[in-house]
């Protein structure tokens, strides 16, 4: 049981964070500049469906294999999916791949997005469509969405495409999908498109990734070891009591504290000295 008191220092040190922090000026290092490349929400929600699915490793490398697949699409990203035809299409994927991702599966998920399209219009609609108010969070919502999606496929996915379609029923953290629904629910502030309107914000999970986990541990927001859903959600449970309708209005401050280096893997005194969350944080008590 955490005292109102604790629960309201920390909020007040999570504002700071994210008052200080100029978040539009950091989104050229986040996979999120991709999709703001685009202005038809259609092709946003499409462009960022594939940045984030992809958005393992080093940024400059999966951005480069982003770029290389959304380049087929000359006139247009919608219209390309729309008209797509797989064996005109094929030869064009050569020479594409990514870590554990061959040309087979980028090839594949293009054809996913087209069949998502020529079925449902957008990646929005079928995602609102599995949208249950009742449920806790957006865990069984995602679920559906994923199994709609490796319905759609048609065939069984390979390891690597599967690498790319994790789902919550299995337990997994859905880091790259987590993050992808941040960008598509959150209201738009800059860097968030707030396009699902449907879905309130507060049903978000907390997209988990290195600089979350470990900054969160540092903040006592979790006492877990093992980075899967039920972390997510003991971390977005801790951030929900500071802000109940929007507890993801702080992962992108806290990933980029990360990110940035203001917060290195390594604390040391001069970093914390300078920290807004020096107050609330304890990385000498980290649970690792
Ligand atoms: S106080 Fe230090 S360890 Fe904690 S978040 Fe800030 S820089 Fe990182």
């Not at 504002?15 to 202005?39: G, T, V």
């Not at 971390?235 to 929007?246: E, G, H, S």
């Not at 401050?253 to 920290?275: M, V, Y």
Request: glycine fraction near 6%; proline fraction near 7%; hydrophobic fraction near 40%.
């Amino acid at each position: 049981m955490i005292l109102p008191k604790v629960i309201e220092i920390r909020r007040r040190a999570l504002d700071l964070l994210c008052r200080q922090h100029a978040a539009k000026d950091r989104i050229s290092d986040d996979p999120i500049e991709i999709p703001h490349r685009y202005k038809d929400p259609r092709e946003i929600e499409i462009a960022g469906f594939i940045a984030a699915v992809l958005a393992y490793g080093r940024v400059d490398l999966f951005k480069a294999c982003v770029d290389q697949v959304l380049a087929l699409a000359k006139d247009g990203l919608y219209a390309y999916l729309k008209d797509f035809d797989a064996a005109r299409e094929r030869p064009r994927f050569q020479g594409i791949y990514y870590r554990f991702n061959t040309t087979q599966d980028l090839f594949d998920l293009m054809c996913l997005m087209s069949g998502v399209v020529k079925k449902y219009q957008t990646i929005g609609t079928l995602f609102q469509n599995g949208y249950e108010a009742h449920d806790p969070d957006i865990g069984p919502t995602l679920s559906r969405f994923v199994a709609a999606l490796r319905e759609l496929l048609g065939t069984k996915p390979s390891r690597g495409f599967s690498y790319l379609l994790p789902s919550p029923a299995s337990g997994s953290a859905c880091k790259r999908l987590n993050l992808f629904l941040r960008w598509m629910i959150r209201p738009e502030d800059g860097v968030d498109f707030g396009f699902w309107k449907e879905i309130p914000p507060a049903k978000l999970i907390i997209p988990l990734d290195t600089h979350i986990i470990r900054i969160s541990q540092y903040l006592q927001l979790t006492s877990r070891k093992t980075p899967d859903w039920k972390m997510a959600q003991e971390i977005t449970a801790a951030l929900r009591q500071c802000d109940p309708m929007d507890p993801l209005r702080y992962d992108f401050s806290l990933c980029h504290l990360g990110i940035s280096g203001a917060c290195p893997l390594k604390a040391s005194p001069e970093t914390c000295r300078i920290c807004v969350l020096q107050q609330i944080c304890f990385p000498g008590q980290a649970f690792l």
